[in-house]
């Protein structure tokens, strides 16, 4: 008979004894890039760095007193661009990282700054086919502008059917689908416009969380 293929799984868990672990049990996104390196985000233990080769973890946490650290220790997303560039989102921000100086760059939402981010609480991040970064938070959704290092934001008030973004994908037109709180958007970048869709059209409920 064909010799069975043996399926086995390595655990990693959090030691507190062992700064090398992982930093939390509790797992909320996982990335590869693309050097094999895995990345971690936790649900407020911060961000962590796998090594495959060498088995060890590397964490990266907010620190009050250093501005270039880990925004906030709750990852909700993790996205690298075209560039090699490693996005977190947190419960306090958009944070670029700078892998040879192990810091972070952060982009906030600042009151009645609109070419700030819409809202801290970032739950989605999509680099589109001509490289322009798109951000989903809690409160609407974002164009970012990389050389001015500013955000165009996209409301209620301009289309979108719900202000949480929590999910982002593009079709092979170009066009940009998001879910929300009350159904699922159609973005078109070229015009800024915005197509709803509901329980009317067909979906079998308003709320998307992916």
């Known amino acids: 008979s064909p010799q069975r293929r043996i399926l086995g799984f390595k655990h990693y868990k959090h030691d507190h004894e062992d700064p090398s672990s992982i930093s939390s049990d509790r797992v909320r996104c996982i990335i590869e890039d693309q050097a094999g390196i895995l990345w971690i985000g ?22 009050p007193e250093n501005p270039h650290s880990l925004s906030n220790n709750a ?7 075209s560039h090699g ?17 192990g810091i972070f760059t952060l982009y906030q939402s600042s009151l009645n700054d609109e070419t700030s981010l819409s809202d801290n609480s970032v739950l989605s991040i999509h680099e589109d086919g001509s490289g322009i970064l798109w951000v989903g938070t809690h409160g609407g959704f974002n164009k970012f502008d990389r050389e001015k290092k500013i955000f165009v934001q996209y409301h209620e008030e301009d289309g979108l059917p719900n202000e949480a973004v929590y999910g982002i994908l593009e079709d092979s037109k170009g066009y940009l689908w998001l879910s929300t709180n009350k159904g699922v958007a159609k973005f078109d970048p070229r015009t800024e416009t915005v197509q709803s869709y509901d329980t009317r059209d067909g979906l079998q409920g308003e709320e998307f969380a992916m």
């Not at 990852?75 to 661009?81: A, G, R, T």
């Not at 560039?85 to 700078?98: E, M, P």
């Open 75 to 81: 990852v909700q997303i993790l996205y690298e661009d």
């Open 42 to 63: 936790t649900f407020n233990s911060g961000l962590n760095r796998f090594d495959p080769q060498t088995e060890t973890f590397k964490t990266y946490a907010h620190d």
């Open 85 to 101: 560039i490693l996005w977190a989102g947190t419960r306090s921000g958009l944070n670029r990282f700078h892998p040879d100086q």
